[in-house]
T-cell receptor, first 113, second 111 residues
Framework: EPEVTQTPSHQVTQMGQEVILRCVPISNHLYFYWYRQILGQKVEFLVSFYNNEISEKSEIFDDQFSVERPDGSNFTLKIRSTKLEDSAMYFC???????????FGSGTRLTVV | EDQVTQSPEALRLQEGESSSLNCSYTVSGLRGLFWYRQDPGKGPEFLFTLYSAGEEKEKERLKATLTKKESFLHITAPKPEDSATYLCAVHGSGNTGKLIFGQGTTLQVKP
């Protein structure tokens, strides 16, 4: 069964450093998303991406965050200057259409120290 | 503001003891209600999408139903392997791919 692949599975970074989280969505999917889940809290929407541009972003997704689809397969989330409160599980998801169930990756656990 | 509330927060069942999980929602024009299963340290695993009141979907021991205000996930004769956190999410109108998640119900099924 096709799956969304995320790397790395766990990343530890120092506060103020830049991090790039990587995702390979399912090949025929057109819509791409990033969500995050702080330990013990709800899964929160960050950004959706379609046709090589951001279609919606949340209040969390400020100027420190950016997304990119550098080639036909990868989808990345960059955090320019990490803060302690950025520590969370970050999930990438993809879907064929924007109304149907999305397939989530296994996540990247980001720990900012 | 779109909102999703799940109850109970935690549920312990004996193997074979059927029960239901509740998801109450408020959204300005529902485009879809989703149920996911999440195992510890893993990403949400898609179970069902429901689009309109009265709709029902089944998968093995799970059955999801939808009304205009809430959804239920019925678990019939659960097994220990059904132990997980079950997440409900809504996709409201006017959004582009944004899902609003509830806090989840953590189910533990004891043998």
């Amino acid at each position: 069964e096709p799956e969304v692949t995320q790397t790395p599975s766990h990343q530890v970074t120092q506060m103020g450093q830049e991090v790039i989280l990587r995702c390979v969505p399912i090949s025929n999917h057109l819509y791409f998303y990033w969500y995050r889940q702080i330990l013990g809290q709800k899964v929160e929407f960050l950004v959706s991406f379609y046709n090589n541009e951001i279609s919606e972003k949340s209040e969390i997704f400020d100027d420190q965050f950016s997304v990119e689809r550098p080639d036909g397969s990868n989808f990345t989330l960059k955090i320019r200057s990490t803060k302690l409160e950025d520590s969370a599980m970050y999930f990438c998801a993809s879907s064929v259409f924007d109304r149907e169930g999305y397939t989530f990756g296994s996540g990247t656990r980001l720990t900012v120290v | 503001e779109d909102q999703v509330t799940q109850s109970p927060e935690a549920l312990r069942l004996q193997e074979g003891e059927s029960s239901s999980l509740n998801c109450s929602y408020t959204v300005s024009g529902l485009r879809g209600l989703f149920w996911y299963r999440q195992d510890p340290g893993k990403g949400p695993e898609f179970l069902f999408t429901l689009y309109s009141a009265g709709e029902e979907k089944e998968k093995e021991r799970l059955k999801a139903t939808l009304t205009k205000k809430e959804s239920f996930l019925h678990i019939t004769a659960p097994k220990p392997e059904d132990s997980a956190t079950y997440l409900c999410a809504v996709h409201g109108s006017g959004n582009t791919g944004k899902l609003i998640f509830g806090q989840g119900t953590t189910l533990q099924v004891k043998p």
